[in-house]
């Protein structure tokens, strides 16, 4: 069945420092959705990415869909303590509405 | 305030004692589902609802079952809990599956002992 991947599964990094999450597909992806949940907290939307190659901004964070539709990444710029949390990726099947989620990435900022 | 609730948010029980777990939405949502969250594995989901008396197996649905008489309510029950069902438990609600945002709720971190 269809696999959703992320690594790395934690990172540390100093406040001020960049940080990127890979996630990887066995299967084509017709989405890739991002969520973000904080410590105590509940998985929160952030974004959505659906063409081949896509790339989205929000501020600090970028979103990107690979050309192939099997991987996708987040990356932000000068992290923050408020960028601490666990990121998720979620991405739907060609085959199929289901929505798998990614193991996630759980990132940790020093100030 | 578009939220979805559950109720309780902790819980604390002894194996093999009947629980349910309450989710609403008030979104008008057609789709909702169950997930549980545990360290090293992300996010599973237990079951989701299509619509009202619609529902289907997600990926871990051992242990638990669900209704969905109305829109808005989709319960989570466990008829007799074990300690491999200690987690923390999300229900979601979308306009529908797939492509559409997941609203999330606040989550039930369930002990089972």
């Known amino acids: 069945g269809q696999q959703v991947m992320q690594i790395p599964q934690y990172q540390h990094v100093q406040e001020g420092e960049d940080f990127t999450t890979y996630c990887n597909s066995s299967?084509?992806?017709?989405?890739i959705q991002w969520y973000k949940q904080r410590p105590g907290g509940h998985p929160v939307f952030l974004i959505q990415?659906?063409?081949?190659?896509e790339v989205k901004k929000q501020k600090r964070l970028t979103f990107q869909f690979g050309e192939a539709k099997k991987n996708s990444s987040l990356h932000i710029t000068a992290t923050q303590t408020t960028d601490v949390g666990t990121y998720f990726c979620?991405?739907?099947?060609?085959?199929?509405?289901?929505?798998?989620f990614g193991t996630g990435t759980r990132l940790q900022v020093f100030p | 305030e578009a939220q979805v609730t559950q109720n309780p948010r902790y819980l604390i029980t002894v194996t093999g004692k009947k629980l349910t777990v309450t989710c609403s939405q008030n979104?008008?949502?057609?789709?909702m589902s169950w997930y549980r969250q545990d360290p090293g594995l992300g996010l599973r989901q237990i079951y989701y609802?299509?619509?009202?008396?619609?529902?289907d197996k997600g990926d871990v649905p051992e242990g638990y079952k669900v209704s969905r008489k109305e829109k808005r309510n989709f319960p989570l029950i466990l008829e007799s809990p074990s300690p491999n069902q200690t987690s923390l438990y999300f229900c979601?609600?979308?306009?529908?599956?797939?492509?559409?945002?997941?609203?999330f709720g606040p989550g039930t971190r369930l002990t089972v002992t």
């Open positions: 979601a609600s979308s306009p529908g599956r797939g492509y559409y945002e997941q609203y």
């Open positions: 299967t084509t992806l017709s989405n």
């Open positions: 990415l659906v063409k081949s190659g």
């Open positions: 979620a991405g739907k099947g060609g085959n199929t509405d289901k929505l798998i």
């Open positions: 979104m008008n949502h057609e789709y």
């Open positions: 609802s299509m619509n009202v008396e619609v529902t």
